[in-house]
């Protein structure tokens, strides 16, 4: 049977819809900016690049309500279409050192459950009239922001009144978010590439709150109480602490009126604000994380950088720019075009509310660590030292103001960049100029900040890998006095980076399914594949094929595209994707992944293969069917149905380094919700897939729409419109092209 009608993928073929976020965008991306043509295909000169269409920022009108609450309303009639977000100016930075993690759970918490609605009754309203809902928390803020048609304006911010002002922190939930955010720690702190982040901002940023893991460490995490959670809401959560800002298809007397209508009665309070200490000046310093055992070397090196406030703030962005970031990136050309050392470097400024840092990453194989960390440095010592090409910075000035309208393409995006002007105390009409502004800057302005800001004497680095094997090459390169930490040995408790031999006896582990729970958890898988068509079908699907729309949605706005999938069990699948700047392919097949653009084939990164070969061990049929034949241990889900059943299954084995957990339908039992952690831009993250309309496809319910979320925010959706099982795959789908047959 052949489903031609538009939907959003099922799990069989979306399993791959999970990484292409974290993939595909940085592939189009560096071909686009590269450009570069395979050998043997015609060379023909690029076109002339069309002239800059004028941008308007659209109109908008900022109000201040009587009770402090700061609103404005963006007017965008392009789509029928408004975004909602909702900032409050409580974050990491304003909880007590002793409860880190108070306020990234706070934030994750906040629409399972309010005073008046469940999780579930909240996640039914929002999908009803088909909108979104996030929430989630940073290091100077929590928001809730919803996307929905234009004409459930007034309903949903209803619901984002109540989501903000009445959250329940029932006991069961924060247990829940509790067990899910000290499973995701236990991972990270197996992971190099975070491991690095959160010891880098320890060593820049000291005992000041944004030296702390934003997530919280497994120390802290299970001493936090709901009286600690109500105390934090009640203390910050009010709205003359709050910014909204409304953008889309209304007028301005409709969002303000609406505003004072839901949010009037929402009584100010006197905000005290806690004294942060100031981060400790910049200092050279080497840590060394020890992990025997691995293959790469995580490289950090940064220090303390400016507020997003500062005078010289964008000059000095583009700058490191230059140094590693879009339209140049130097770290890029030296450590992967001429040396080979890796598959990627960059650099970038992170602004904070009363601060900021710099900082420039890569990872390479162990025994070049000493000459990457080498050749990084002197990158940051030639930007102080010698001016800028004037082609580079033509490079940042078109991708920064190339890019600006992309920005400004959705309600949402309009919304995220709105509100990063007011919440930082920045001019609105800011955003009417940003072009010009970038354009202003010169390869003086360049050179300037740069030997004003950066300071390579004074760098902060950081290297996790096996110390034993590049550790003595890090004195001739230049880097003497070294710091040695074992893995097990990292504290990141208040009081500073130190050795605590005691560290890994502190670790939460948890336990292991009891007999009783592993029959229980198989009712729940039974119930599953029963709803999904039987374990007789299942087990008679060897391929399936796909082709749809993908939307991945990014900082810098939405990016569409039709997609391909091929999937043969069990473990090979190619994902096509057709773009504005050409066809993209990324493919797994006996444990090998390589990646297909514009600039030619490559072999996958590591952590790209390991995502990839994670999201077939994630694959629900594959899932269920090993379950069903006693070929993953699990246990049920302890939120209860209605009808007194578990409402989902968490399953643990030693090949999936997470747990992963489905939920089910109390009505039907269709899996309608999966989560578990994956690499997201900033390090592992708590993920999450929704699937919804389902509908059946030769014997098998598929889930139509498929929706993927990182941190509560919507990264990824996905809709089929035509799928097929059991069709022959040519075994070339899946080899590398070029590969010796």
Same mark, same amino acid.
């Given at each position: ?6 939907? &959003? ?118 999908? &009803? ?58 991972? #990270? ?87 942060? #200490? #100031? ?126 309208p992309l920005q400004l393409e959705t309600p949402d995006a309009i919304a995220l960049r709105v509100l990063n ?120 699907? &060897? &391929? ?198």
């Open positions: 049977m052949r489903m031609t009608r538009s939907a &959003t993928g099922c799990r069989a073929v979306v399993a791959p819809a999970a990484w292409l976020v974290g993939v595909v965008a940085p592939l189009l991306l560096a071909a686009s900016v590269h450009g570069q043509t395979l050998s043997g295909w015609p060379i023909e000169p690029p076109p002339e690049p069309l002239e800059p269409t004028e941008v308007q920022f659209p109109p908008y009108e900022v109000r201040t309500l009587e009770n402090g609450m700061r609103v404005i309303a963006v007017l965008h009639h392009e789509q029928p279409v408004v975004s909602v977000r909702l900032l409050v100016g409580a974050g990491i930075a304003h909880e007590p050192a002793e409860k880190a993690g108070l306020a990234s759970l706070l934030g994750a918490l906040l629409d399972q459950g309010t005073t008046s609605r469940s999780a579930q009754e909240i996640a039914e309203t929002i999908d &009803t009239i088909g909108g979104g809902l996030g929430v989630g928390s940073g290091s100077d803020l929590t928001f809730v922001n919803a996307v929905v048609m234009s004409d459930s304006f007034e309903l949903v911010m209803g619901l984002v009144s109540e989501v903000i002002r009445q959250p329940a922190f029932a006991p069961e939930e924060i247990e829940r978010q509790r067990q899910q955010i000290l499973s995701g720690l236990q991972v #990270s702190m197996q992971d190099p590439d975070y491991v690095a982040g959160v010891v880098f901002d320890r060593l820049v940023y000291g005992e000041h709150p944004y030296g702390r893991p934003q997530s919280g460490t497994l120390e802290s995490l299970p001493t936090i109480t709901s009286a600690d959670l109500h105390a934090f809401h009640d203390r910050y959560f009010a709205p003359n602490n709050a910014i909204m800002a409304i953008v889309g298809d209304l007028t301005a007397e409709t969002a303000f009126e609406t505003v004072e209508r839901i949010f009037g009665d929402w009584e100010p309070k006197t905000i005290d604000t806690p004294a942060l #200490s #100031s981060p400790p000046p910049p200092t050279s310093r080497v840590v060394v994380v020890d992990m025997p055992g691995a293959v790469q070397t995580e490289i950090r090196a940064g220090h303390i950088g400016v507020a997003r406030t500062h005078a010289e703030y964008m000059p000095l962005d583009m700058a490191v720019r230059v140094l590693g970031g879009e339209g140049s990136n130097r770290l890029h050309r030296v450590l992967r075009t001429e040396r080979g050392l890796t598959y990627g470097a960059e650099a970038s400024i992170h602004t904070l509310k009363t601060t900021g840092d710099v900082v420039a990453q890569t990872d390479t194989r162990t025994e070049a660590t000493a000459e990457a960390l080498r050749l990084t440095i002197e990158e940051f010592w030639r930007l102080r030292r010698q001016p800028v090409g004037v082609r580079e910075l033509d490079g940042v000035q078109a991708y920064m103001t190339g890019s600006f002007v007011l919440f930082y105390g920045l001019d609105p009409e800011e955003l009417g100029t940003y072009r010009e502004r970038v354009s202003a800057v010169s390869v003086d302005d360049i050179q300037r900040v740069s030997q004003e800001f950066l300071l390579p004497d004074q760098l902060s680095i950081v290297l996790v890998g096996d110390a034993s094997a590049f550790v003595d090459d890090l004195p001739a390169a230049g880097f003497p006095n070294v710091e040695r930490v074992a893995l097990a040995d990292l504290d990141l408790s208040p009081g500073g980076l130190r050795l605590a031999a005691s560290a890994s006896e502190d670790m939460v582990v948890p336990t292991r399914p009891t007999p009783d729970e592993r029959v229980k958890a198989m009712e729940v898988v039974r119930r599953a594949i029963a709803a999904k068509g039987g374990v007789d079908r299942l087990r008679t699907i &060897t &391929t399936a094929t796909a082709c749809g729309r993908t939307t991945m949605y990014t900082p810098a706005g939405s990016m569409n595209a039709d997609t391909v999938s091929y999937t043969a069990y069990p473990g090979r699948f190619r994902v096509e994707a057709a773009l504005p700047t050409g066809r993209i392919v990324q493919a797994f097949a006996d444990d090998e992944a390589w990646l297909e653009g514009p600039d030619g084939v490559e072999d996958a990164s590591p952590t790209v293969r390991d995502d990839f070969r994670a999201s077939l061990r994630r694959d629900l049929i594959q899932l269920l069917l090993r379950a069903a034949d006693g070929g993953v241990d699990m246990r049920p889900i302890d939120a209860a149905a209605d009808d007194g059943r578990p409402a989902g299954v968490e399953f643990l084995t030693a090949d999936i380094d997470e747990p992963v957990r489905l939920f089910l339908d109390p009505r039907t039992g269709q899996v309608i919700r999966q989560t578990y952690v994956s690499q997201g831009p900033a390090g592992p993250e708590e993920t999450e897939e929704l699937y919804s309309d389902y509908r059946e496809v030769d014997g098998v319910q598929v889930a139509f729409r498929a929706i993927v979320r990182r941190g509560g925010v919507s990264v990824l959706e996905r809709e089929l419109a035509d799928l097929t099982f059991n069709a022959a795959l040519d075994a070339a789908l899946f080899a590398r092209p070029g590969a010796p047959e």
